[in-house]
């Protein structure tokens, strides 16, 4: 029989041992994800040279939002000394106030529950894969290997009941090691099955143009929901700050961050460019929307088993990484409102034969389980991959990546107004915004031609 006992835990200050390859760990498994698997779709509809040159920009972009973000980690308060930010939307407040604070936590929030939205579709998406590998290699490429998703999302969802067990970053780090060596797994050997491909065809497939439409605005909706796609692939900034308050110090924790970010973003780049573009040279006009799952590739057929689940395996933990800051903001937030309350505060230590001890609180088992369950229900109504990366990318591109980072720098380095600085800052912003609203109505008129299909 298991032991149980009772007592009242409160916020305590943990000590903290991240590192830079800690941190890189985390950045990969956040980053490289359901995002990396579009994006040969992408190049395909923006062609040779605009497809490779959007990566880099936005690569370039998030580097330099990133290395902003990272210097607000501390901030220099008159009255109580240096304050460290533990979270995106405490680094708002403090540098902003708390009006922006609430645009801010809804942005957040809002990116962060559709992301691990985004996951959910993506796993029973490759689930289904391996299913359907297996069908196509029994009975032959044409056979009508038809497979639901709506089970394999609910068994992921019941995987992250369990998982969401752990109470937060501090205790992940074996997670995202495990995810992140899934994570470039897979990358890997979409990769080597595109150069493969290529061999074969003994040529590069595809245009400078892309794929071509019948009419304009058709090409043009493409193009923009490519860019909300590739948008979704880079930015972590919801949870950067969440990162780096796991790293000791010394040395100082925005220099780490820095590296690590710097080591993470090339690391994903390289791999985003060779996938999408051997991808792209692979298939050409017929490239999938998701490389790995729309069956450009049908042999060898226990490779493309193999890599649906590492796929699997680090959206499993991917998707915690996602939630752990809407948990730890719901258990600060019910702490500090009912510091009296045994549903919130008292935990429950449970300790079961073979098994190491680990702690139970009510009010973690009910929302967390209840978070698992809406993000299953909402992948389930909107089961549209590209589309719904696309609508996440541009929705949390420009005010989460770009704009909060911008203002919070001008706040910290009291940057003048209309200062070479200033400009050039402002400018940088008001393009990505741009980018934003492009890649947001590409990608809703996509989900609207796809319910209406």
Not at 209 to 232: M, R, Y
Not at 256 to 261: D, P, R
Not at 281 to 302: D, H, I, S
């Amino acid at each position: 029989m298991g032991e149980e006992e009772t007592y009242n835990l409160p916020l305590i200050q943990r000590r903290r041992t991240g590192n830079v390859w800690s941190a890189v760990a985390h950045i990969i498994t956040g980053v490289i994800g359901a995002g990396v698997l579009s994006l040969a779709w992408s190049v395909a509809q923006l062609g040779w040279i605009a497809g490779p040159l959007a990566i880099l920009l936005f690569a370039g972009t998030t580097l330099a939002s990133t290395n902003l973000l990272c210097d607000c980690y501390r901030f220099p308060d008159p009255e109580y000394g240096t304050i460290t930010s533990s979270s995106y939307m405490g680094a708002v407040k403090l540098y902003l106030g708390d009006i922006r604070e609430k645009v801010c936590g809804v942005l957040v929030h809002a990116s962060l529950f559709g992301t691990t939205t985004a996951y959910v579709i993506t796993s029973a998406t490759s689930i289904r894969a391996i299913l359907k590998s297996n069908c196509y290699h029994k009975e032959g490429h044409h056979a009508p290997c038809q497979y639901g998703d709506s089970m394999y999302m609910v068994l992921f969802g019941v995987v992250q009941v369990i998982m969401s067990f752990i109470p937060d970053l501090h205790n992940m780090a074996w997670v995202s090691v495990v995810a992140a060596i899934m994570s470039l797994t897979y990358s890997t050997v979409g990769l080597g099955l595109g150069i493969k491909t290529v061999i074969e065809n003994g040529r590069m497939m595809g245009s400078v143009t892309g794929v071509p439409t019948s009419n304009i605005a058709d090409k043009l909706w493409l193009v923009f929901q490519a860019l909300g796609d590739i948008a979704f692939a880079y930015p972590y900034t919801v949870i950067l700050l969440e990162i780096e308050d796991t790293l000791e110090s010394p040395p100082p924790e925005n220099k780490t961050m820095k590296k690590a970010s710097m080591i993470a973003i090339l690391t994903t780049t390289s791999f985003y460019l060779c996938c999408a573009c051997f991808g792209f040279a692979a298939f050409g006009n017929q490239t999938p929307g998701n490389l790995l799952t729309g069956f450009g590739f049908y042999e060898p057929y226990w490779l493309i088993d193999f890599a649906n689940a590492c796929i699997v395996l680090h959206l499993v933990g991917g998707y915690q990484i996602y939630c752990q800051p809407i948990y730890s903001a719901v258990d600060r937030w019910c702490s500090r409102n009912y510091p009296n309350s045994g549903f919130v505060n008292n935990f429950y230590r449970l300790k079961l034969p073979l098994l190491p001890a680990f702690q139970l609180n009510m009010l973690r088992i009910c929302f967390r389980t209840a978070y698992v369950i809406s993000t299953t229900g909402l992948a389930i109504l909107f089961p549209y991959f590209n589309q719904v990366l696309g609508v996440l990318g541009a929705l949390g591109f420009w005010p989460l990546g770009i704009y909060f980072p911008v203002e919070m720098y001008f706040v910290q380095n009291k940057v003048e107004a209309w200062s070479r600085k200033w400009l050039v800052l402002r400018s940088f912003s008001f393009v990505c915004f741009l980018v934003t609203v492009l890649g947001l109505i590409g990608s809703l008129e996509g989900i609207v031609s796809e319910k209406l299909s």
